[in-house]
T-cell receptor, first 111, second 113 residues
Framework: SQQGEEDPQALSIQEGENATMNCSYK?????LQWYRQNSGRGLVHLIL?????REKHSGRLRVTLDTSKKSSSLLITASRAADTASYFC???????????FGTGTRLQVTL | EPEVTQTPSHQVTQMGQEVILRCVPI?????FYWYRQILGQKVEFLVS????????KSEIFDDQFSVERPDGSNFTLKIRSTKLEDSAMYFC???????????FGPGTRLLVL
């Protein structure tokens, strides 16, 4: 597997605003997954997008994938204080492949 | 909703001691993983396990580490002789057949003194 690089490293927004974070990777993938980690806690799977998909939605989350640019973005709409966490992308070769995590985007949502 | 569980949540041990970290993966899952995260650093892959054998392991997973699925529900990580640098959060994960998503447990925080 390969590591995704998240950008920006840190993002601070106010509650109700949208948050966009980006992920770039180097070689072709089967799918790309986004995870969230609250401070000192486990990783929570948010959404998976396959290489033949361009956009996917789940609740307030919208993920896009551009395989030609080898990049993905995660949009969180109408952010809440509870969205404060680190967000990681994990490009994957497919089933049972190890995941390689980058340093993530630290999102801070303030009231 | 099914979830991965891990015990203990915290473990403090003396350098040189053996520790066993336990995980109960989601019941119908077939693929199992251990990752670790040293404080302030990235989550790192340690090992994957399928069909009662190791599928892949990282450079970190040296002879001091071993994994086992002793029964139909538990998946364990053993560190034979702990070192100070083994202090980290250890995460277990599992995934099902034809399922790319890995579901992570809450982690065990290991402190080696």
């Amino acid at each position: 597997s390969q590591q995704g690089e998240e950008d920006p490293q840190a993002l601070s927004i106010q509650e109700g605003e949208n948050a966009t974070m980006n992920c770039s990777y180097k070689t072709s993938i089967n799918n790309l997954q986004w995870y969230r980690q609250n401070s000192g806690r486990g990783l929570v799977h948010l959404i998976l997008i396959r290489s033949n998909e361009r956009e996917k939605h789940s609740g307030r989350l919208r993920v896009t994938l551009d395989t030609s640019k080898k990049s993905s973005s995660l949009l969180i709409t109408a952010s809440r204080a509870a969205d404060t966490a680190s967000y990681f992308c994990a490009p994957s070769d497919g089933t049972a492949s190890k995941l390689t995590f980058g340093t993530g985007t630290r999102l801070q949502v303030t009231l | 909703e099914p979830e991965v569980t891990q015990t203990p949540s915290h473990q403090v041990t003396q350098m040189g001691q053996e520790v066993i970290l336990r995980c109960v993966p989601i019941s119908n899952h077939l693929y199992f993983y251990w990752y670790r995260q040293i404080l302030g650093q990235k989550v790192e892959f340690l090992v994957s396990f399928y069909n009662n054998e190791i599928s892949e392991k990282s450079e970190i997973f040296d002879d001091q580490f071993s994994v086992e699925r002793p029964d139909g529900s538990n998946f364990t990580l053993k560190i034979r002789s702990t070192k100070l640098e083994d202090s980290a959060m250890y995460f277990c994960a599992s995934s099902g057949q034809f399922q790319e998503t890995q579901y992570f447990g809450p982690g065990t925080r290991l402190l080696v003194l």
